[in-house]
């Protein structure tokens, strides 16, 4: 029995990505392991998002090639990182063993046993939805990932050419998933999507993240759920109600504003109406915490 580790670099995101993977793995037969000096196979799941993470990606695949190079170890680098730079990764890194990009992580154990080429890029996506989760950290609080990639074209930012455009996951996988999240002793979901508010529109042709809530909110182990990554435009007046008639929904949101100034905002393509949004909010949820992110 070969033994894998994987290491997980970026947002709560990849986080998910890579405990699907291990579950993968697991079920494929692999020992699991978080010891470097353990491991036959490491596969490094990188993020590129901004030019700190994408450095910190680099940084650690050059640590585990130098280990690599003391010692019988294959290498394999997945996500955002291979998803930018596509077959630069081979020049960059030419003793990597493989790569897989955002849409084709689901192919890493036929990379890793040799069922498929070692450099395999096709359109960007994400693995949403497995039948096997390992979860990383022993706390009874989880991510749940409702969605990947992202339907707005903000002018600063590059996920949309990393993750390909918004596909939400159906609203059984995601109860499914979260009952057996349940089941295993987590009580806090926090729901994570590049932006969750607008779950539901490309398939349910509506905003419907206030119907998940209540349908997560239904599960009896679960004490908590939290939202994060909220997008201004689609924090529709229903999803209001459902925050003040679920107690089970933590009064916390997250809604990443980017910047107080219109003209700024109207460069960076993202919503003007903000503020209004954010006092309707705070009419109606006295006592919301509300957390946001600015770019300076």
């Not at 693995?127 to 600063?156: M, N, Q, T």
Request: glycine residues 6%; hydrophobic residues 40%.
């Amino acid at each position: 029995m070969q033994t894998i580790a994987v290491i997980t670099l970026g947002c709560p995101k990849n986080t998910v990505e890579a405990e699907y993977l291990l579950g993968i793995f697991q079920e494929k037969g692999f020992k699991i392991s978080n010891n470097l000096d353990e491991a036959d196979i490491v596969v490094i799941h990188t993020c590129s998002f901004i030019k700190a993470a994408k450095s910190e990606s680099e940084k650690c695949i050059r640590t585990v090639l130098d280990i690599k190079r003391k010692k019988s170890l294959r290498v394999y680098v997945s996500g955002c990182l291979p998803q930018l730079l596509k077959e630069k990764m081979s020049v960059l890194f030419p003793d990597i063993d493989g790569f897989a990009g955002t849409g084709t992580l689901q192919h890493l154990p036929d990379l890793i046993f040799g069922k498929k080429i070692g450099r395999f890029i096709l359109h960007p996506g994400g693995l949403s939805d497995s039948d096997y989760r390992v979860l990383s950290v022993g706390i009874p609080s989880a991510y749940l990932k409702i969605a990947e990639g992202c339907g707005h074209a903000c002018s600063f930012c590059i996920i949309p050419a990393l993750r390909g455009r918004y596909k939400s996951r159906t609203m059984e996988s995601l109860v499914d998933e979260a009952v057996a999240l349940a089941e295993s002793g987590i009580k806090e979901l926090i729901l994570i999507a590049q932006d969750t508010t607008g779950y539901g529109k490309d398939i349910y042709d509506a905003f419907v993240l206030d119907k998940l809530l209540v349908k997560l909110s239904k599960i009896n182990e679960l004490k908590w759920i939290r939202l994060l990554y909220a997008h201004p435009s689609s924090i529709t007046d229903g999803l209001i109600e459902v925050f003040k008639e679920h107690k089970k929904i933590c009064s916390y949101m997250d809604i990443p504003i980017q910047h107080v100034s219109k003209n700024v905002l109207s460069a960076m393509k993202r919503p003007l109406n903000t503020s209004g949004i954010i006092e309707k909010i705070k009419r109606k949820l006295p006592d919301i915490v509300l957390r946001t992110s600015i770019i300076a």
